[in-house]
Structures are given as structure tokens and as C-alpha cells.
């Protein structure tokens, strides 16, 4: 039987986030529906209402969420009716070639990200005879949302949800950015390019590497002030500055990793990062926008440099969410310090505005029922 | 003693190789005499007589060679007078940070390739009062040069000359790109723009490596049947036709590596190969592009969404000292080709023939043989 679900969504690109009221199908197989407590606002939400990334319309925000299963479909084989679960942006169908070669970042069941359809050609969400997709098949500005099984992540009962919201995207994709996709040793040089939900954890990822020098660059101070707590052992408003002390604290060898994370991807900063990177050295790629890299081949052969694209930072979703809810658990990974402040599911456009305005590393909505 | 040697020289862009006679110094502490017996013609020499190669002027020319020991400076333990050696374009001097952490290619005493300065700032090539640099510290398209020990990698006695000199450059980068720096494993599928000297290494690399497609993209005929001699499963004049195959034979997963060792690296090129390169795939740029050209401009987003991988590769990311006598022992055991890289031999008068040929995209590989 379908119900009604209250949600933020985006009716095309400059629109506002507008709450309505949403019919929502039953799961059918290998779906569930989850009532949801918490949702992430993540810059990449705001990449699609801004129209800076594709997405079909209209769409139901939010691709962080956390919450309580509240029916299954036929065949769901991974959680049960009351488990708490997490989602993952991108589904872990276990079975691809990706997902069969330890890189469930790249399963090939992600494909419809960018238009919230099921495989079977149909939508869960509807209004007034209209189809709406969820982000990332997802959806989690909405009180309820149906997803496939393969999206979620069961986490155990006494994990806050608003702290668990985040591991289903910025956590794992920044941690991970330093952790995997970057691959940060023992002893090494990095530099993080901008400190907000996903950089923060990039600095987090970087220093229980054990990196010597985790060194951030964001021009805002509340952020330079949190990258401290995370675990940034140098903070720097510009990338000059940071590159200065680099060349300096090196003896001229540069950096071994450079990070970038920062809310709108543009050429600058891709070419900061290179230039501060050493011999073999890498830079790693996380955010969204239009950044074109922009080099004589030279710069990369001469010293042997990597630029790596960088999805979810490597992580695969079934592995590393328990991990780092496990650190979290440990006292390894901060987590609750991550979240600024919290807002009703109304004010998310003043949530978007603060984050806009540098107030928050993160925000997280918390849904009323 | 000073003594004179033959050498083509460059003394600017676009005015070809000049052969003079040039004054050598004695070698001093740390480096070697060398009387070279071949010298390969590498298309980064070209690049600096085009002008894509930022150097020094005047230049000896030449960075692949192959010779005897004639004498040593003071202090020096790699070689001894009478040994046959390679040059390594690169030096390993085995005790820097790169050297220490498994990146011979990346020794710090590489740094002069450009000036061919020698590290206390002088010169051992002179003419009348200018002093010239060896291209890489080296100038192999002279008679003699005087190198530092760690460029010297010995050589055994059974390893002819001109297939030797090819070991010290052009080998080690294209096989390395495919091994070592693209990292290529059993089952993959590769594509490789360019089957000259280098590419036709990566291609032999490739295929060592167990790669199930190794694709190679070639505007030339002969480089194009070369290519499937040195192990290419496929070949395709154009990146198009590769690219339709690559959807087709991989079912749309695209390829795991693509490989750039053209002439000259073009933005068309590394986009193409982007575009080629599937989910977690990796794009090895080994090629030297146009000084001015920002070859490498794509949108960060095609890097992003399939975590895809752009790396440079010097030297194949191979470190000398270990991969140089590990290809000739390929070589011997008859895992390697080698003097099928060899097209045509020049004398040191040819070597502006000799290019003209490479361009004309007559040769894999042209090879001086010095006379004495």
C-alpha cells in the first residue's frame, strides 16, 4: 500500500529546495523502504540544485541518510524490519565486475545516480501523476524513502543517526581519499585543499596513516580551527602560504600527496596541487565542478607525477562503513564533532545558505515523525 | 690529456645536427671516458632540434650508448678501464631519497639532462672556448664522452652493440610503461598510441605481462605490422577505429590501460586515451609533447565519476641498475626482441638523414655506429 512521505525537492536547476508531500510506492523485490531519522546536507545536493551537475528533474534531495527499516520487498536477503541501517551513495550489488574485484565504489549498479530510476524503468517517489527520482536512488531529504537493498548498510542500535547519515557519503569518500584512492603512508607529506565534510575527514584519514605533515589550505578560519581538531598539523588561508612552508619543511622534495576536497573544483587549485606535489608524488581528485587540468605533459613525466580521479575515495561501502564506525566506536574517528548544527527538514535552504557561507562543516537534518 | 672526438652538434632549434670536432677533457673524480660504439636515435634528440626540448645550446646530441671504458677518473668503483657498458640517461648514484626508495628514474643527480653541466658547474666537451653539454650528461652521437660512473650500467661481452645502446633508453621506458609504471596484469586489455622505439617496448612489455588485448594505434603500416610482430593482438590506424573495437571486445567496459608513447603527445591523444580508459583505469603518459602545449587538458570530471588514473612516466619507472641487465637477460633468454628494433644503421655523417627517416616513420629504431 503506497503512503504519503513530506520531502525537499528540486523542481529544476536555481530552484529552491521546495517540501511537499510525495506518494511512496511499497518496496517491491530486493527493495526496501526506511523511515528515516538524519540526513546529511552535502555539497553535492547543492551541486545539483545549482544545476553544476546534471540530475534529472525534478528530484528528491539528500544522499546521506541514516534510519530504521520499516518494510522489505520480497527477497531482500541483507536487513530486516527494525535493523538500523546507513545508505550508501553508490549500491554495492556484490556481484559486477567492480564489486567482484574489491572496488564496490565503481559498481555498475550505480548507473542511475543521476536520475533516481530503479532498473525496472520506474520510480518510487510521485506526485500529481509526476515521477520524481531520489538522488542517488536515494532520496533522504524525505521522511520515508524506498531504496534497493544493495544501498544499505545495517550499523549497530546505539550509533547516533545523525553521526551515522555521514558515514554513507562524506566520511568514507574524504577518509578514504587519504586512506585509499590516495593511499597515504607512514612518514609522508600531504596536503589537504579545503577542510568542509569531506576534507575534514581527509585530514582524519591522513593523520592515522601517520602521515608527518597533514597540512590544510581553506581560506575560511572556523575551518582552519576544526582541521586543528582533526588533526591537521599545519593550516594555511592560501595555497601559497602552503606551499611556501612545503618547499621549506621538505628541504625542496614537495609533498607526497595532495588532496583536493573543496566545495566547487576549479583549474587553480588543480594546478596548486600539482605544482606542490613531489617526485612520484600524487594528487588525488574528490570534488565536483568544472576543473579542467591544464599541463604541458612535462609536469607530470618530469617528476613522475599521478593525478587519480577519486569516487567515494576508493572505499568499498559493505567494508569500510563498518570500519569506520568501528574507529569511531574506538575513539579513532571523530564524528560527532563533524556536525555543526542541525535544522528541521523546512529550513534546508538556510542550511544550504550556511554552508554556503562558511558556517558549517557539516549540517544534518533531523526528519520529525 | 685533452683529446679530440667527432660529434654532431645542436646549436639552436631548427637547424639540423652540425658534426665537428670537439675537445674532451680528462675525466675527473667519479666519471669515466667512454669510446662509444653505438648510439641510438631516440625522438627525444629530435625534440631538440624542433624545439619542443627546452636546452642548453650548444649541444652534443645523443642520450642511448653503448662502449668501452678507455679510462676513470680518481675515486671511481662501478667500472674499470676496458669494461663495456650502456649509458643510462638517467644516472643512479644509489644513495639519494628516489634511489634509497626503489625510484632510481627519479635520482637527483638527473638534474643537469638539460645543461649536460657536470655537478661542480663545468664542462668536459669544448670547442675553441665554448664549452657544450652532453644531452642527459651524456652526448652520445660523439666518438667519446666523458660521463659520470652512475650513468654506467656493464654489460656482458656476448650483447652486440647496437642492441645494447637501445637498453639504455628506449627499452627500458616503453616495456617499463606497460610493467612498471601502468602496472599491467594478466587479462587486461592495453592500448597503445604509438609503435616506434618506445611503443613497440610497451607493446613487448604488455604482452609479457599476460595481456589478454594489447591494441596498438598507429597511423603507419609498417609500425602497424611491426607492432603485431613485437605481440600486438590488434592494430588500428586511427584512435576511432580503437576506440569502437575496445567498447565492442570489452562489452563497453573499456580498457584497464592505455599507454601514450607517440612522437609528440597531443591534447587529442591523452582525451582519447581518457575516453578509452575504463572504471579504476589509468592513462601512463610516457611521450614528450610541444614545449607550449598544455597537452594534458581534461575536464577533471572524466576523472572522477570512473576514478580514473593520468600518470607521467620517466624512464618506464624502472630503476636502471636492476632493469637494464634484467632486459638483456629477456634478451638472451629470447623473451625480449631487440634486434628486430634496429631498421637501419647510420655513420655519425647520417644522423640528419637518420631523423629525416624517423620522420618520415621509416624506422622503428636508426642506430649510429661510431667508426674509429
Same mark, same amino acid.
Given at each position: 500500500?503506497?503512503?504519503?512521505?513530506?520531502a525537499a525537492v528540486c523542481r529544476a536547476p536555481g530552484q529552491p529546495w521546495e517540501i511537499i508531500e510525495l506518494e511512496l510506492d511499497e518496496p517491491k523485490a530486493n527493495e526496501i523502504r526506511i523511515k528515516f531519522h538524519a540526513a546529511g546536507l552535502c555539497h553535492s545536493?547543492?551541486?545539483?540544485?545549482?544545476?553544476?551537475?546534471?540530475?534529472?528533474?525534478?528530484?528528491?534531495?539528500?544522499?546521506?541518510?541514516?534510519?530504521?527499516?520499516?518494510?522489505?520487498?520480497?527477497?531482500?536477503?541483507?536487513?530486516?524490519?527494525?535493523?538500523?541501517?546507513?545508505?550508501?551513495?553508490?549500491?554495492?550489488?556484490?556481484?559486477?565486475?567492480?564489486?567482484?574485484?574489491?572496488?564496490?565504489?565503481?559498481?555498475?549498479?550505480?548507473?542511475?545516480?543521476?536520475?533516481?530510476?530503479?532498473?525496472?524503468?520506474?520510480?518510487?517517489?510521485?506526485?500529481?501523476?509526476?515521477?520524481?527520482?531520489?538522488?542517488?536512488?536515494?532520496?533522504?531529504?524525505?521522511?520515508?524513502?524506498?531504496?534497493?537493498?544493495?544501498?544499505?548498510?545495517?550499523?549497530?542500535?546505539?550509533?547516533?543517526?545523525?553521526?551515522?547519515?555521514?558515514?554513507?557519503?562524506?566520511?568514507?569518500?574524504?577518509?578514504?581519499?587519504?586512506?585509499?584512492?590516495?593511499?597515504?603512508?607512514?612518514?609522508?607529506?600531504?596536503?589537504?585543499?579545503?577542510?568542509?565534510?569531506?576534507?575534514?575527514?581527509?585530514?582524519?584519514?591522513?593523520?592515522?596513516?601517520?602521515?608527518?605533515?597533514?597540512?590544510?589550505?581553506?581560506?575560511?578560519?572556523?575551518?582552519?580551527?576544526?582541521?586543528?581538531?582533526?588533526?591537521?598539523?599545519?593550516?594555511?588561508?592560501?595555497?601559497?602560504?602552503?606551499?611556501?612552508?612545503?618547499?621549506?619543511?621538505?628541504?625542496?622534495?614537495?609533498?607526497?600527496?595532495?588532496?583536493?576536497?573543496?566545495?566547487?573544483?576549479?583549474?587553480?587549485?588543480?594546478?596548486?596541487?600539482?605544482?606542490?606535489?613531489?617526485?612520484?608524488?600524487?594528487?588525488?581528485?574528490?570534488?565536483?565542478?568544472?576543473?579542467?587540468?591544464?599541463?604541458?605533459?612535462?609536469?607530470?613525466?618530469?617528476?613522475?607525477?599521478?593525478?587519480?580521479?577519486?569516487?567515494?575515495?576508493?572505499?568499498?561501502?559493505?567494508?569500510?562503513?563498518?570500519?569506520?564506525?568501528?574507529?569511531?566506536?574506538?575513539?579513532?574517528?571523530?564524528?560527532?564533532?563533524?556536525?555543526?548544527?542541525?535544522?528541521?527538514?523546512?529550513?534546508?535552504?538556510?542550511?544550504?545558505?550556511?554552508?554556503?557561507?562558511?558556517?558549517?562543516?557539516?549540517?544534518?537534518?533531523?526528519?520529525?515523525? | 690529456?685533452?683529446?679530440?672526438?667527432?660529434?654532431?652538434?645542436?646549436?639552436?632549434?631548427? *637547424?639540423?645536427?652540425?658534426?665537428?670536432?670537439?675537445?674532451?677533457?680528462?675525466?675527473?673524480?667519479?666519471?669515466?671516458?667512454?669510446?662509444?660504439?653505438?648510439?641510438?636515435?631516440?625522438?627525444?634528440?629530435?625534440?631538440?632540434?624542433?624545439?619542443?626540448?627546452?636546452?642548453?645550446?650548444?649541444?652534443?646530441?645523443?642520450?642511448?650508448?653503448?662502449?668501452?671504458?678507455?679510462?676513470?677518473?680518481?675515486?671511481?668503483?662501478?667500472?674499470?678501464?676496458?669494461?663495456?657498458?650502456?649509458?643510462?640517461?638517467?644516472?643512479?648514484?644509489?644513495?639519494?631519497r628516489p634511489c634509497s626508495t626503489g625510484h632510481q628514474n627519479m635520482c637527483v643527480k638527473g638534474l643537469n639532462a638539460g645543461s649536460g653541466m657536470f655537478l661542480d658547474g663545468t664542462f668536459r666537451f669544448h670547442l675553441g672556448d665554448e664549452d657544450l653539454g652532453g644531452?642527459?650528461?651524456?652526448?652520445?652521437?660523439?666518438?667519446?664522452?666523458?660521463?659520470?660512473?652512475?650513468?654506467?650500467?656493464?654489460?656482458?661481452?656476448?650483447?652486440?652493440?647496437?642492441?645494447?645502446?637501445?637498453?639504455?633508453?628506449?627499452?627500458?621506458?616503453?616495456?617499463?610503461?606497460?610493467?612498471?609504471?601502468?602496472?599491467?596484469?594478466?587479462?587486461?586489455?592495453?592500448?597503445?598510441?604509438?609503435?616506434?622505439?618506445?611503443?613497440?617496448?610497451?607493446?613487448?612489455?604488455?604482452?609479457?605481462?599476460?595481456?589478454?588485448?594489447?591494441?596498438?594505434?598507429?597511423?603507419?603500416?609498417?609500425?602497424?605490422?611491426?607492432?603485431?610482430?613485437?605481440?600486438?593482438?590488434?592494430?588500428?590506424?586511427?584512435?576511432?577505429?580503437?576506440?569502437?573495437?575496445?567498447?565492442?571486445?570489452?562489452?563497453?567496459?573499456?580498457?584497464?590501460?592505455? *599507454?601514450?608513447?607517440?612522437?609528440?603527445?597531443?591534447?587529442?591523444?591523452?582525451?582519447?586515451?581518457?575516453?578509452?580508459?575504463?572504471?579504476?583505469?589509468?592513462?601512463?603518459?610516457?611521450?614528450?609533447?610541444?614545449?607550449?602545449?598544455?597537452?594534458?587538458?581534461?575536464?577533471?570530471?572524466?576523472?572522477?565519476?570512473?576514478?580514473?588514473?593520468?600518470?607521467?612516466?620517466?624512464?618506464?619507472?624502472?630503476?636502471?641498475?636492476?632493469?637494464?641487465?634484467?632486459?638483456?637477460?629477456?634478451?638472451?633468454?629470447?623473451?625480449?626482441?631487440?634486434?628486430?628494433?634496429?631498421?637501419?644503421?647510420?655513420?655519425?655523417?647520417?644522423?640528419?638523414?637518420?631523423?629525416?627517416?624517423?620522420?618520415?616513420?621509416?624506422? *622503428?629504431?636508426?642506430?649510429?655506429?661510431?667508426?674509429?
Amino acid at each position: 500500500m503506497s503512503m504519503t512521505t513530506r520531502a525537499a525537492v528540486c523542481r529544476a536547476p536555481g530552484q529552491p529546495w521546495e517540501i511537499i508531500e510525495l506518494e511512496l510506492d511499497e518496496p517491491k523485490a530486493n527493495e526496501i523502504r526506511i523511515k528515516f531519522h538524519a540526513a546529511g546536507l552535502c555539497h553535492s545536493d547543492d551541486h545539483i540544485q545549482k544545476g553544476d551537475a546534471p540530475m534529472r528533474m525534478p528530484v528528491v534531495g539528500g544522499h546521506e541518510g541514516a534510519g530504521v527499516v520499516d518494510a522489505i520487498g520480497a527477497g531482500v536477503t541483507r536487513v530486516a524490519v527494525g535493523d538500523h541501517v546507513t545508505c550508501s551513495f553508490i549500491p554495492a550489488c556484490g556481484s559486477c565486475r567492480y564489486c567482484s574485484t574489491g572496488r564496490q565504489n565503481l559498481c555498475d549498479a550505480g548507473k542511475n545516480a543521476g536520475t533516481g530510476m530503479f532498473p525496472d524503468g520506474t520510480f518510487r517517489f510521485h506526485a500529481d501523476g509526476e515521477d520524481f527520482g531520489g538522488l542517488c536512488v536515494l532520496g533522504t531529504f524525505s521522511q520515508y524513502a524506498v531504496v534497493s537493498e544493495f544501498s544499505v548498510i545495517r550499523i549497530p542500535e546505539d550509533i547516533p543517526f545523525d553521526v551515522a547519515a555521514l558515514v554513507a557519503c562524506g566520511v568514507p569518500t574524504g577518509w578514504g581519499s587519504a586512506v585509499r584512492a590516495g593511499g597515504v603512508r607512514a612518514g609522508q607529506t600531504v596536503v589537504i585543499y579545503g577542510a568542509g565534510g569531506v576534507g575534514s575527514n581527509a585530514v582524519q584519514g591522513a593523520s592515522l596513516a601517520g602521515a608527518k605533515n597533514v597540512i590544510v589550505v581553506d581560506p575560511v578560519e572556523f575551518k582552519r580551527e576544526m582541521a586543528g581538531v582533526f588533526g591537521a598539523t599545519h593550516t594555511f588561508a592560501t595555497a601559497k602560504e602552503a606551499h611556501e612552508f612545503v618547499v621549506e619543511t621538505t628541504w625542496g622534495e614537495l609533498a607526497d600527496h595532495a588532496i583536493i576536497t573543496v566545495g566547487i573544483l576549479h583549474d587553480q587549485v588543480i594546478h596548486d596541487a600539482i605544482q606542490v606535489v613531489g617526485k612520484s608524488g600524487q594528487v588525488t581528485i574528490t570534488a565536483v565542478g568544472n576543473g579542467w587540468i591544464d599541463e604541458n605533459p612535462g609536469m607530470l613525466i618530469g617528476y613522475q607525477r599521478r593525478i587519480r580521479g577519486s569516487i567515494y575515495g576508493g572505499c568499498s561501502p559493505l567494508f569500510d562503513v563498518p570500519l569506520l564506525i568501528g574507529l569511531y566506536q574506538a575513539g579513532d574517528l571523530k564524528l560527532d564533532e563533524l556536525i555543526t548544527r542541525r535544522y528541521a527538514l523546512e529550513e534546508v535552504n538556510q542550511g544550504y545558505q550556511d554552508m554556503l557561507d562558511g558556517k558549517n562543516i557539516r549540517g544534518v537534518i533531523i526528519h520529525e515523525h | 690529456m685533452r683529446i679530440t672526438t667527432r660529434a654532431a652538434i645542436a646549436r639552436g632549434p631548427h *637547424i639540423g645536427w652540425e658534426l665537428v670536432d670537439l675537445q674532451l677533457d680528462d675525466p675527473k673524480a667519479h666519471e669515466i671516458r667512454v669510446r662509444l660504439h653505438a648510439s641510438g636515435l631516440c625522438h627525444s634528440d629530435d625534440h631538440i632540434t624542433s624545439g619542443d626540448a627546452r636546452v642548453r645550446f650548444p649541444m652534443v646530441g645523443g642520450h642511448e650508448g653503448a662502449g668501452i671504458v678507455e679510462s676513470i677518473g680518481p675515486d671511481v668503483r662501478r667500472v674499470k678501464p676496458g669494461d663495456r657498458i650502456i649509458c643510462s640517461y638517467i644516472p643512479a648514484c644509489g644513495a639519494c631519497r628516489p634511489c634509497s626508495t626503489g625510484h632510481q628514474n627519479m635520482c637527483v643527480k638527473g638534474l643537469n639532462a638539460g645543461s649536460g653541466m657536470f655537478l661542480d658547474g663545468t664542462f668536459r666537451f669544448h670547442l675553441g672556448d665554448e664549452d657544450l653539454g652532453g644531452f642527459c650528461s651524456l652526448g652520445t652521437f660523439s666518438q667519446y664522452a666523458v660521463v659520470s660512473e652512475w650513468a654506467c650500467v656493464p654489460v656482458a661481452d656476448d650483447i652486440p652493440w647496437e642492441v645494447a645502446c637501445l637498453v639504455g633508453c628506449g627499452v627500458p621506458t616503453g616495456w617499463g610503461s606497460a610493467v612498471h609504471a601502468a602496472g599491467v596484469r594478466a587479462g587486461d586489455t592495453v592500448v597503445i598510441f604509438g609503435a616506434g622505439g618506445v611503443g613497440s617496448n610497451a607493446v613487448q612489455g604488455a604482452r609479457y605481462a599476460g595481456a589478454k588485448n594489447v591494441i596498438v594505434v598507429d597511423p603507419v603500416e609498417f609500425k602497424r605490422d611491426m607492432a603485431k610482430f613485437f605481440g600486438a593482438t590488434h592494430a588500428f590506424a586511427t584512435a576511432q577505429e580503437a576506440h569502437d573495437f575496445v567498447v565492442e571486445t570489452t562489452r563497453g567496459q573499456l580498457a584497464d590501460h592505455v *599507454i601514450c608513447t607517440p612522437g609528440v603527445v597531443t591534447e587529442e591523444i591523452v582525451n582519447a586515451a581518457v575516453l578509452m580508459t575504463g572504471k579504476g583505469g589509468k592513462v601512463t603518459i610516457t611521450a614528450v609533447g610541444h614545449f607550449d602545449e598544455r597537452a594534458v587538458h581534461v575536464h577533471a570530471g572524466l576523472l572522477i565519476g570512473y576514478m580514473r588514473e593520468i600518470r607521467g612516466a620517466l624512464f618506464g619507472d624502472s630503476n636502471p641498475l636492476y632493469d637494464i641487465p634484467m632486459l638483456l637477460g629477456l634478451y638472451r633468454s629470447g623473451d625480449l626482441k631487440l634486434d628486430e628494433l634496429v631498421s637501419r644503421k647510420y655513420r655519425l655523417d647520417q644522423v640528419n638523414e637518420a631523423y629525416q627517416d624517423l620522420t618520415d616513420g621509416k624506422n *622503428i629504431r636508426g642506430v649510429i655506429v661510431h667508426e674509429h
